[in-house]
């Protein structure tokens, strides 16, 4: 009985000893290999793509990012003074002094963001729009009163100058190259809390907001989770390599504080911005010269294409880029210098990189077959030569005028006419026409675009007739007794 026993348990053993074994050569010496960095070892294709995420996971070093551009981001700060109301003794006889205001100083704040050690700064466009002053803050406590070399507000960016030298900065990245899920870094100023770092997702691309009030508004927005609040616009958007990817600027929020998502824009778009206002003092804008719409299932199905992506022409502006290459309504396009569009938005991001006199190729789908033509692009003048400092594109009579797009065509129910979108010195501002108004007419003609407004009112030549509409919507009609004006 007990050799009996003994066998049983030697039996017992043995066969332990080869579980054991076989156990320590099928994984323990495999999980080794793994742990060394061999992942060919793992012979269950189910855990290599596990294996890889978690290996991938481990990677990704947010200290990094942060320490290479926290020093690049700037406090921006801005002031301006607002006169007082005049003085109506009526009323103060009634209401006392309280009804007198005095002059106040209003202050606003955000970020900017350091490209060079010479002191190039970039940020918002509406972080400095109408300020007098301008100063940024470094984040070692250094401060200096900054220059605007230059703003444009169709993309929201605006470029300032300080004199320092040796100054740290953030190297531009590739926004096109960036991934949906890829890790991203905000780094701002929110709340006037100085060198704030936050993380988040590339949650989408090329999102259009319709926040930025300019026909030649170009909207292509990154959109993250990385939180932005009051503050951060203007700030460095930079992938885990400490690149600059994109310049924040944007929140879509019931209460006006984060909320979720977050948007900034695309650094291949700010740094042809940026390089025109160095370069030219003015941004080169290229167009081509249409009225584009995004693509329906019924816009698809009408015209036989394969997917619902690209871009719908409804309207083709006489002497343009489109109308040269035989673009027509009803044409869908698909691709821009053989860069794939799926959306308005896509589209705009694509030409905004590019300057009038660039020639580039447009894909297009006619009834069903696609063509591909050559384009020369051109400015808002539809010419192609370079815009100079002081001699901005659309510009007339020191007003700045831009065909009206087609919110404004459904809102003063009207297919001609321009909008003036920015008035300085200048005959214009001298009979009293205001931001915002729409000119209809002038000399008795019908007009669609500034160069409209050119050819019939020239250097020295007489303005007998100006018509149109005031921003709230009431009619207005100035008519002169001849003379040259």
């Known amino acids: ?43 269950d294709e189910r855990i290599k793509p596990l294996l ?10 947010f200290t990094y990012a942060a320490d290479v551009t926290v020093h690049a981001v700037v406090h921006v700060r801005t002031s301006t003074t607002y006169a007082g109301r005049s003085i109506n003794p009526i009323l103060e006889w009634f209401y006392g002094d309280t009804y007198r205001q005095v002059p106040r100083e209003v202050k606003g704040y955000g970020s900017g963001v350091i490209i060079s050690d010479d002191g190039y700064i970039i940020t918002n466009n509406h972080v400095i729009e109408n300020a007098e002053k301008v100063s940024v803050k470094l984040n070692d406590n250094r401060e200096f009163d900054a220059q605007v070399v230059g703003t444009d507000p169709s993309t929201d960016i605006a470029l300032l100058k300080v004199k320092a030298e040796n100054l740290p900065y953030i190297k531009y990245g590739d926004s096109d190259a960036l991934r949906l899920g890829e890790w991203v870094l905000a780094v701002g100023n929110p709340f006037n809390l100085t060198s704030t770092v936050t993380a988040g997702i590339v949650s989408a691309k ?115 880029a489109a109308e040269d290459a035989g673009l027509k309504e009803k044409d869908v396009i698909t691709r821009f210098n053989g860069v794939p569009v799926g959306s308005v938005s896509e589209l705009l991001e694509q030409v905004g990189r590019y300057r009038p006199g660039d020639k580039v190729t447009i894909t297009y789908v006619r009834s069903g077959k696609e063509n591909t033509v050559p384009v020369t692009l051109k400015n808002v003048d539809n010419t192609t030569g ?31 006419g321009v909008k003036v979108t920015e008035v300085n010195e200048g005959r214009l501002r001298d009979l009293g026409i205001r931001k915002g108004y729409i000119i209809l007419s002038v000399n008795g003609k019908k007009v669609k675009s ?11 030549q007489s303005m007998t007739a100006i018509e149109g509409i005031q921003s709230n919507g009431t009619y207005f009609s100035y008519q002169f007794g001849g003379g040259r004006r």
């Open 1 to 43: 009985m007990k050799a009996k026993y003994f066998f049983g348990s030697l039996l017992m053993a043995v066969l332990g000893a080869a579980i054991a074994l076989f156990a320590y050569t099928n994984y323990f010496e495999k999980g080794r290999e793994v742990s060394s960095g061999d992942s060919s070892s793992v012979s």
């Open 52 to 61: 890889t995420s978690f290996q991938q996971a481990g990677q990704v070093d």
């Open 206 to 320: 090329g999102r259009n907001l319709g926040i930025l009030d300019n026909t030649y508004k170009i909207e292509s927005f990154i959109q993250t989770d990385a939180a932005l609040n009051v503050g951060n616009s203007g700030g460095a958007l930079v992938n885990t390599q400490g690149m600059l990817v994109g310049i924040t600027t944007a929140i879509i929020s019931p209460s006006g504080a984060y909320a979720g998502n977050s948007f900034a824009i695309p650094v291949n778009i700010v740094r042809k911005v940026v390089e025109d206002l160095k370069l030219y003092g003015e941004v080169q804008r290229a167009v081509v010269g249409v009225g584009i719409v995004e693509v329906t299932p019924e816009v698809a199905e009408r015209e036989k294409l394969k997917e619902i992506k690209g871009a719908y022409v409804n309207r083709i502006e006489p002497g343009s």
């Open 386 to 416: 370079l815009v100079k400092p002081g001699t901005s594109a659309g510009v007339v009579m020191g007003a700045k005028l831009e065909p009206l797009s087609q919110e404004d065509q459904r809102n003063y129910k009207v297919d001609y």
């Open 450 to 460: 500034a160069a409209d407004v050119r050819n019939i009112v020239g250097e020295g």
